[in-house]
């Protein structure tokens, strides 16, 4: 029985091998999970992803996302959420590395950068016996805003459904008049929302651009079929203004989405400051783990 059990795993690692582009995807055995890190779902250096797989049967996967203003950041962030998350609720988690946005690159690219990461994870994850059918979205700041956008754009179609988001710090609606009226967030934020939408943006013409702005914001795409979202947001931020969260909120409510919106009253952008928020916060996530995952 045990040479039965070892040819088993010998051949269970070299399936995984075999489905690793290049043998690139390096493969680690823990007690309850099983770990592949930097596994590539395209062809360029950022589209890698780190993937943990309970060896327990699980349909529930939680996606998370860096931040990084678009241009910058990497999965290895949520190396120890992933850990315990995988360990602690027994379901799959996913960091993932995408493309950032230049000249040549935009939210759309990301977003599908997101589509194909989760195909592959579909993929992989059946090779385990698990099929993985639903997915929590989360992140930070740009990661947030990804999850929405990603959830609630691309729902339909993704190769495994959302159903529910958890987003910290995130931008929902790049319209907002605060972006571009308040020296203290449009000093950047122009600048980084040129190169999301690949279109000039400026203080001065961000009104003619609605159409480019809303295109690349979350509340844009909401509807009666959205899903479940928890927003946390500093109401100090001076990276993305508060209204943001309380416009997401609104429509949410509007729409009869399912939603908590968590102020964090003392913090700024990095929710830094609110202990009492915070154990809301992964109250509620966990909640809505057992709910929808």
Not at 264 to 285: F, I, P, R, T, V
């Amino acid at each position: 029985m045990k040479k039965i059990f070892c040819l088993l795993t010998f051949v269970l690692i070299f399936v995984f091998l075999v489905s690793c582009d290049n043998n690139e995807c390096k493969i680690y055995e823990h007690s309850n999970y099983y770990e592949l890190k930097d596994v590539t779902y395209g062809k360029n250096q950022r589209q890698t992803f780190d993937l943990n797989l309970p060896k327990n049967s699980t349909t529930g996967l939680v996606l998370f996302i860096h931040g990084g203003y678009w241009v910058s950041g990497d999965k290895s962030s949520y190396t120890n959420e992933m850990v315990d998350w995988c360990t602690l609720k027994g379901v799959a988690t996913c960091a993932i590395n995408y493309r950032y946005t230049s000249i040549r690159t935009n939210y759309l690219d990301i977003l599908d950068d997101i589509y194909e990461c989760l195909r592959k994870v579909r993929l992989l994850s059946k090779d385990y016996n698990l099929n993985l059918t639903n997915v929590m979205l989360t992140g930070h700041s740009a990661g947030a805003h990804l999850s929405l956008l990603y959830a609630y754009k691309v729902n339909m179609s993704s190769p495994i459904n959302p159903t529910c988001v958890v987003a910290l710090s995130g931008p929902t609606d790049l319209t907002d008049e605060n972006y571009y009226n308040d020296s203290k967030f449009n000093i950047k934020i122009t600048y980084l929302f040129s190169s999301l939408t690949n279109s000039l943006i400026t203080v001065n013409n961000h009104s003619k651009k609605n159409k480019e702005l809303l295109a690349a914001s979350p509340i844009n795409y909401i509807n009666h079929n959205s899903v479940p979202t928890i927003i946390c947001h500093g109401t100090l931020d001076d990276v993305v203004p508060y209204s943001n969260a309380e416009r997401l909120h609104d429509c949410l409510n509007k729409n009869s989405i399912y939603n908590v919106l968590i102020p964090y009253q003392n913090s700024g952008h990095n929710l830094e400051n609110d202990q009492e928020a915070a154990e809301y916060k992964n109250l509620l996530m966990n909640e809505f783990a057992n709910r929808y995952l």
